[in-house]
């Protein structure tokens, strides 16, 4: 039993030295195989980073003769470069002395002709002395005689040529200026539309002038004394008619009317809001209508407020014929015609446009609508060579530039038109106007409307100024003074109006 025990043990000692022996070798050949591996590796790396170092090289060596080669090509074109600058400077060299040769030559040229004139000069002045001492006369009355008879004996054949030559001058310019001025009449004909004091309102219902007129008469009443336009209603069916000579006013009140008929609430105090607010809107068509001038003209650098001046004029007649347009014509016309005389066209254009601004105003400002006009563009700063082109145009001021006698000539032209052009309707537009400011002119008048063609004058007064016993005297005064100011047929009715406007609020 002893014996199997020590057996066992012997066998057990055996099998483990065993089995750690084949691993010892096991582990021994393994590692013998990762360090051949690694050799392998490492002999791979080597062979591939020789490569690597003989590609680089022969990169190295192509790139170097390549440069080589650049370097080479350059100092040959330097080389080449340096030969021509070399010839050039030989060549420059050979011309610098010819010139002085030929400046040498030249001189001597000149130097011998001064002696040749001088010579001439002389023998001039020897042979003028021997004539002197022969004729026993100076040289100055030698030529005075000489001058004298060839004077007289061709005096008929010079004067003929003079005359002429004169005639056919005058000839000339006559026949250029009619071109001109036909060229420029026929490119911008245009027909021409007298304006009218009134306008005919149509109305989609009969029934409307109950409205208008309101009960008693007191919606007709508010918007004749807030619009200043007198309103017709006949029994022409379906119109009515609003009348004023005032043609802002007439614009202002067919505004106003067309949005009172379109809303249907047709009363005093909506009537006021209405006349207001149209007063804005005819306020920016006025500035339409001048910056539309402007473009159409070309014209570029006026002031806003200028231009809004300018465009004041679409509302303002002058015997008739519509300021704004004339205005327009007279600019385009005084642009061809500068044209064709190479006159400043921008000056001529622009006094064109401008020469009846103070018409614009003339009915507030006080003045002749020239001296009105040129106290508006010095306002502006309008370039005074413009001015001048503008105020000569009715002879108040001489004509001192060119531009001015085109500008004068362009107006002369768009005005005397067939048809451009009523004597009666301005002078008719001039008297009602004068009915309103010699009623406006008395103190406590707030404003003043002239109606029913100028028969009826109109007079709102302020009821602080102007007590219920003093409005008959300033009836009676105003009556007087149209008297003696007017000339007018008929009778001119004067009403005075004055009312209290009592205003509270319900907070």
Excluded: C, W
Excluded at 44 to 60: F, P, Y
């Amino acid at each position: 039993m002893e014996s199997f025990d020590i057996r066992l043990i012997v066998g057990l000692i055996l099998g483990i030295l065993v089995g750690y022996g084949t691993r010892y070798f096991l582990s021994l050949r393994k590692s013998n195989s990762i360090e051949q591996r690694a050799e392998k590796l490492e002999a791979k790396a080597n062979q591939k980073a020789q490569e690597i170092i003989l590609i680089a090289r022969q990169d190295a060596v192509k790139s170097l003769d390549k440069v080589r080669d650049e370097e080479k090509d350059l100092r040959l074109q330097l080389k080449r470069f340096e030969e021509r600058l070399s010839n050039k400077e030989e060549e420059l060299v050979k011309t610098e002395q010819g010139l002085r040769e030929k400046e040498k030559s030249i001189k001597e040229e000149l130097s011998q002709i001064d002696k040749a004139k001088e010579d001439l000069k002389k023998n001039k002045d020897a042979q003028i002395e021997l004539l002197e001492k022969i004729s026993k006369l100076s040289k100055e009355k030698a030529k005075d005689i000489l001058l004298k008879e060839i004077e007289k004996e061709y005096q008929n054949e010079i004067y003929g040529k003079i005359k002429a030559l004169e005639e056919q001058g005058e000839f000339e310019m006559e026949e250029k200026a009619k071109t001109m001025m036909s060229l420029a009449m026929q490119r911008l004909a245009s027909t021409h539309s007298s304006e009218i004091t009134s306008y005919t309102f149509d109305l989609p219902s009969d029934d409307l002038k109950g409205k208008i007129i309101g009960k008693e008469g007191r919606n007709i009443r508010a918007f004749e004394r807030a619009s200043g336009v007198e309103i017709i209603v006949d029994e022409t069916p379906g119109i009515i008619i609003l009348s004023s000579f005032n043609p802002i006013r007439r614009e202002i009140a067919r505004v106003a009317m067309e949005r009172l008929i379109k809303d249907g609430r047709i009363q005093p105090a909506r009537i006021e809001e209405e006349i207001e607010k149209a007063r804005v809107s005819v306020s920016e068509d006025i500035i339409k209508a001048g910056k539309d001038a402007v473009y159409k003209l070309g014209i570029v650098g006026l002031s806003p407020d200028l231009v809004k001046i300018i465009g004041r004029l679409k509302f303002r007649t002058s015997y008739g014929q519509n300021v704004l347009e004339h205005s327009m014509e007279t600019a385009q016309i005084a642009e061809i015609i500068a044209t064709e005389l190479r006159a400043n066209i921008g000056v001529a254009k622009r006094g064109g446009l401008l020469h009846d601004i103070g018409k614009a105003v003339d009915r507030e400002v006080q003045g002749t609508h020239v001296e009105i006009g040129r106290r508006i563009l010095d306002k502006y700063e309008v370039p005074r060579e413009v001015i001048q082109a503008m105020e000569s145009h009715h002879g108040e001021y001489p004509a001192e530039t060119v531009e001015a006698l085109i500008v004068e000539a362009s107006d002369a032209i768009s005005a005397s038109r067939v048809g451009a052009r009523k004597t009666s309707l301005e002078e008719y537009l001039q008297r009602l106007g004068e009915l309103e400011e010699i009623a406006n002119d008395e103190k406590g008048v707030e404003k003043s409307y002239a109606i029913q063609a100028g028969r009826e004058l109109r007079v709102f007064v302020n009821p602080k100024e102007v007590s219920d016993i003093n409005t008959k005297k300033l009836a009676h005064d105003i009556a007087r003074k149209i008297e003696k100011k007017l000339q007018y047929p008929g009778d001119i009715k004067v009403i005075v109006i004055r009312e209290n406007r009592i205003i509270e609020y319900a907070k």
